[in-house]
């Protein structure tokens, strides 16, 4: 996927979320461990690579999911973590997205000129069940980050975060079920809980998927497909666009980049049309996989 930027792989499990570890899962099924962790021999330097034009690859405005098989948090990344900032740097114009579940090794991991923050650096925790929300969002609010947001997935438990989104500190919750070996249901009650709970404060909610097992009305629904998965979840109708997010980008200079020069994203008439990322994803990476012909 054209919008993940993997500097580094492999993860140490940390909490009830990490139990059935999708990565694991897809390490396995490539006969790797998921604790073998290691720097990226290509990917590193994603963001900075160019394209024959001259051009980065990414392009400004896009935003870019960091450490989706990782924690970028992660203790055994700390000798590669400042080369991953300096990159973060060297970009002020594209968005990064960072999650974690390790939220109180993030203070010591901070470069020396973060100051209160970067204004293209979208920082998120991940909160499972309510146990590691009441753990994972109040550090969350104690950091120097501009902008805040949750990722409730895999979503494993009930989750009451009025208490938090009524601060207005938290942009954007994420939600979704989990995948894979071994997959714990996630419940529709649940889902619509957050969902009632964003729209209150208006802030955006993005269902993304149901995961492998989702319960409804008392009836378990077995959905291996995570197409179907993201289909269901955009046709339940719980995601929320809420108040926009301001990213203040710059070019080189230090110039503000206006709006009509940021990346706009297209998406393909059949395979995006109902995908539950579609709210907050970068559209359609043209890889070719899908029937581009009905493309407008």
Known sequence: MHDIWNPWHGCKKCSEGCQNCYMYFLD??????????????????????????????????EMIRVCMTSDFFLAEADEWRPEAWDIIRQRPDVKFFLLTKRPERVVTCLPTDWGDGWDNVFFNVTCENQRRADERIPLLFQLPFKHKGIMTAPLIGAIDIEQYLQLGIIEQVLCGGENYDGSRPCHYDWVKQLSEQCRKYDVTFDFIETGSVFVKDGKTYHLPDKQLQAQQAFRSGLSHLGKPMQFHLVDDWGYEIPEENLYKPHYHPVTCRECGSRMTCNGCSDCGKCDSKARP
């Open 28 to 61: 396995r099924m490539r006969n790797q461990d998921g604790s073998n962790i290691y720097r990226t021999k290509n990917g590193f330097r994603y963001p900075l690579q160019k394209n024959r034009q001259g051009k980065y690859k990414i392009q400004s405005g």
